[in-house]
């Protein structure tokens, strides 16, 4: 993730959904054409934003959970956390025969 990234992500946030002329017009992301449809791909691919079709983009679930400090987009993170811990067989289950 680069920092046109975050804004590419806000502006779809904001706006919900835009293609990357109107989001270069707009001034909010200021970078050429070619690199924020460069950025979109590489952020559809990681489901991030999705293409609509005509170079029109949204932000997805997965996109929005980014920008609120919900998922952790690094290479070597999971996606998704389990927070339950195995903490062996309950008394129930550890029966034994005399």
Known sequence: ?????DRI???LYEEERGAPTDMVKS??????NSYVSQRLKKLESHG???????GLYTITDRGKKYLN???NTSEDAPD???TQMDSGP????NH???
């Open 9 to 11: 992500l806000e502006y």
């Open 69 to 71: 400090g919900e998922l």
């Open 90 to 93: 309950s008394a129930g289950e």
């Open 48 to 54: 991030l934003v999705q293409n609509l079709g005509r």
């Open 1 to 5: 993730m680069v920092l046109a990234d």
């Open 27 to 32: 001034g909010f992301v200021r970078y050429s």
């Open 96 to 98: 034994e025969q005399a």
């Open 80 to 82: 998704e956390v389990n």
